[in-house]
């Protein structure tokens, strides 16, 4: 096995699949003032850990056993489960397909959250997310908060602190973000340069503390644990959610999504982020036995669409995600499209071969290069199965981070990789639909332009000595 490979699988093991990995930061000697140096990076990082051992166990003793015994039971299931032997068994799919009532009362019977009203946007890329964000920075009247799982200390980063601390002079503002894998991010430096002469803060958390009245929590790291998920809200009444974090690779290097949601759903949004906050505070898991405080309801919005929220929350025992992508994969009839940087959790992939066999329409966009040598391996090895079953494989020219897949007449979008991460011990935000409007407005301006701008991967391009090595280890990703 090359170092480069080993080096990325323990990156990959300390913090997540989605996290930067440092090789970026060697590539270039201009770039590499746009990271941290290794020893403040390796100082923060250890710093990182600690609080994410010790202190949590102080702060949130519940939490983190409960953590434990899910990494402990999750992790090694995993390795077992990839390296049995597997058989695809071509079994008929249930009675109710996605997209319809039925499917909706499956979802009801596994204990999926209900559905609320809500109205979506469409956000691709960080040339329509970014403009968006600065208008809603702008106008905001009552309140800001921010979750994000990276809040890098790059130019662009800190471009976000600097107005979120101008707003935080007139109104509330909170910005949370993950311990490590924001840690991760400021050892990598982003692709393209930033403004000569910009030098980073070490530390983005004192940064947005230093005379700024905004509040800043981070999310702790018990076990090795992450909280992946990306959700801002505006006045509780706008809220964002997807795959993109505050840096220089959503601004503008990186494919991603986010979505605009409006409705009553955002009040259910804002339930979630004062958990989380309250939580991620001073009295930890002791913050949640108090009753939450009131929020206002959002605005009802005339043409919104039933809306479920998804979580992957192994200390709440939810996982919702899992659950709701497999139930739609084994039971479609028609499509499974599906675009996802990480592709490695063995019963999704199993599940989406056994589709390809049966006759599905099973499709899947890929990055062409990643940020993971590890999970771009363990890729190959998924796409090269799904060819062998029939179905389809493309590579995306560039680093596409998009989270979207769409089973017949239904939709799920968020922030969750198709990897054992986030479908079982990352906490991951995404959301569900069948309305067919809005289906066909994701097929739109998501599927269409990539499949036309994706090269289809053929099978002789797939083999790869190194593939089905990497997927093993891209199992625990």
């Known amino acids: 096995i090359s170092p480069k490979l080993l080096v990325s699988a323990a990156a990959c093991l300390a913090a997540t699949s989605c996290a930067h990995l440092s090789k970026n930061a060697s590539r270039s000697s201009e770039q590499r003032p746009q990271a941290n140096d290794m020893v403040t990076g390796a100082g923060h990082l250890g710093l990182g850990f600690a609080r994410g051992t010790a202190l949590s166990a102080l702060k949130q003793p519940i ?41 909706e009362t499956a979802l009801d019977d596994f204990n999926i959250p209900a559905a609320e009203s809500g109205k979506l946007t469409w956000l691709v890329d960080g040339k329509q997310f970014f403009p968006e964000l600065d208008r809603q920075i702008a106008n905001a009247k009552q309140a800001i908060d921010l979750q994000v799982f990276i809040f890098d200390n790059d130019d662009i980063a800190v471009r976000y602190a600097d107005r979120l601390k101008k707003r935080a002079q007139d109104i509330p503002v909170r910005v949370m973000f993950d311990d490590l894998g924001s840690a991760f991010a400021h050892t990598s430096a982003p692709l393209t340069p930033a403004p000569k002469g910009f030098v980073p803060p070490t530390s983005i958390h004192r940064y947005l503390k230093e005379n700024s009245e905004i509040r800043v929590r981070r999310t702790l790291n018990p076990w090795l644990v992450c909280d992946h998920s990306k959700l801002i809200i505006f006045d509780k009444r706008v809220a964002y959610i997807g795959g993109m974090n505050i840096g220089r690779e959503y601004y503008n290097e990186w494919h991603d999504l986010m979505i605009r949601i409006e409705g ?154 198709l990897d054992t991460l986030s479908m079982r011990i990352n906490r991951e935000m995404n959301l569900s639909f069948n309305d067919t409007a809005e289906v066909n407005r994701l097929i739109d301006c998501v599927f269409l332009p990539d499949f036309r701008a994706s090269k289809p991967i053929k099978l002789s391009e797939t083999d790869s000595p190194i593939a089905p090595l990497a997927e093993t280890i891209a199992d625990q990703l």
């Open 63 to 103: 939490t983190t056993a409960t953590l434990g015994l899910a990494v402990l039971w999750h992790r090694p299931r995993e390795i077992v489960s990839a390296n049995l032997p597997v058989s695809i068994a071509l079994t008929p799919p249930p009675e109710y397909k996605p997209g319809t009532a039925a499917f």
């Open 264 to 417: 009553s759903v955002v009040t259910s949004l804002q339930r979630d982020f004062d958990r989380t906050w309250r939580k991620a505070g001073p009295e930890g898991d002791l913050a949640l036995v108090r009753a939450p405080s009131y929020i206002r309801p959002a605005p009802k919005v005339s043409d919104g669409i039933p809306l479920r929220v998804l979580r992957t929350d192994p200390a709440e025992g939810r996982y919702e995600i899992h659950k709701s992508t497999l139930l739609a994969i084994r039971s479609a009839r028609k499509r499974i499209w599906i675009e996802n940087p990480y592709v490695a959790h063995d019963d999704i992939t199993i599940a989406l071969e056994e589709a390809a066999r049966r006759g599905v329409d099973v499709r899947l966009i890929l990055p062409a290069r990643g940020d993971s040598t590890i999970m771009d391996e363990g890729n190959i090895a998924v796409a090269r199965r799904l060819i062998q079953a029939g179905g389809k494989a493309y590579s995306y020219p560039r680093m596409t981070h998009m989270k979207v897949m769409i089973c017949d007449g239904w939709a799920t979008v968020g922030s969750a990789n």
